[in-house]
């Protein structure tokens, strides 16, 4: 299992050249900064816990329970807040990634759409479609054409700061959706959860950011995966973890990565791992949250581990960190975050960089 090590005290200078992951190196690659974006998650998260402070978010009796329609880090922020809010639900919360309401969707459903360009097709027609279905609808956005459309119908809006990549503000859309939850009475109000949760996150910023020691853990991984492709598995609760690990190596770190969830994973990927041409080339990250996944479910992680150790992958394990159910999916979201822009420096490319994805969306109109 990869974890701190202790290392010998050097001169600023010194520990610059021997770190090929402090903060100069890393900004060489990172020329927008997104490193920047990934130290203040813990400040974007109380931004947003006071920005919510002045929305007067719907409440009322959701029958429905809470959907959530968001593609990228929005459709994340959806299954976070599931995996946090977790057996404290006490109505369903479902995330979508499509343009059309299931048919139950209407009166009684509160709907959630977060899109942070405010531009993104599926999004749009998805929030036209549920408000027309009758469903209570608040969206979130930095501007675009989501605000017009909020204003025509009437609706409450949760504007964001504009100018960042929408990945680096997926905090945002998780501390909202969370406190929609709790307004539809999905789940508990978990603001000074939450509260904590970032204040708990200022202490691994300092061990996983870029001032961090060269063998720290974020930096350790980067070196693991920068050259591989990846598998992420979780189980439980880190399954959603898992998704957040994939698109953040997709996008920011450049890697191929996937995400897959156990146990369902060893009824048949598994056999995968046995017939790799170059088994060397892959990685498989396991996370685990021992507080909250099941101890068979755990076990099943271990054997899964060692047979793919035995056909020649590399393993590597991430727990989450913390007391409360929210540090401990957010401690993931972070190092995940930190991880992918420490891979593309690494690879010498801009974790910035979204060139084919602009260019499907100029295709797509």
Not at 261 to 288: R, T, Y
């Amino acid at each position: 299992m990869i974890g701190q090590s202790e290392t010998n005290e050097k001169a600023p200078g010194e520990a610059h050249m021997a770190d090929p992951l402090a903060r100069p190196a890393v900004e060489r690659a990172d020329a927008r900064l997104m490193i920047n974006d990934v130290v203040a998650q813990p400040r974007h998260i109380r931004e947003a816990l006071t920005l919510l402070n002045g929305v007067d978010l719907p409440r009322g009796d959701f029958p429905g329970g809470l959907v959530i329609c968001g593609v990228g880090g929005s459709g994340v922020a959806g299954d976070i807040t599931a995996a946090i809010v977790g057996p404290r639900a006490r109505r369903p919360i479902q995330t979508v990634r499509g343009y059309l309401p299931d048919p139950w969707v209407g009166p009684g459903t509160f709907v959630f759409c977060p899109s942070y360009s405010g531009n993104t097709d599926i999004t749009l027609e998805y929030f036209a479609a549920a408000h027309a279905a009758g469903a209570t609808v608040v969206p979130l956005t930095s501007g675009g054409r989501l605000v017009e459309m909020a204003a025509q119908r009437g609706l409450p809006l949760v504007r964001v700061p504009a100018g960042f990549q929408p990945r680096a503000l997926t905090s945002y859309a998780i501390v909202t959706a969370l406190c929609c939850a709790a307004a539809a009475d999905v789940g508990p109000d978990l603001r000074a959860e939450v509260a904590e949760a970032a204040d708990f996150l200022d202490g691994l910023v300092q061990a996983w950011g870029p001032e961090s020691p060269a063998d720290s853990l974020a930096k350790s991984l980067a070196h693991a995966f920068h050259d591989k492709g990846v598998m992420i598995y979780g189980s439980g609760p880190t399954t959603a973890a898992a998704h957040r690990w994939k698109t953040q190596l997709n996008e920011t770190g450049k890697r191929l990565a996937f995400a897959s969830e156990l146990l369902e994973a060893d009824h048949h990927e598994l056999c995968v791992w046995g017939h790799l041409d170059e088994p060397g080339s892959w990685s498989a990250l396991f996370l685990e949250d021992r507080a909250d996944q099941h101890p068979a479910a755990v076990r099943r992680m271990e054997l899964t581990a060692e047979l793919i150790a035995g056909a020649g992958g590399s393993t590597h394990w991430v727990s989450a960190q913390g007391e409360t159910r929210t540090q401990r999916m957010l401690s993931l979201v972070l190092l995940a975050d930190f991880v992918s822009v420490y891979t593309a420096a690494l690879s010498g490319v801009d974790p910035s960089e979204i060139e084919l994805i602009a260019e499907l969306n100029r295709l797509v109109g």
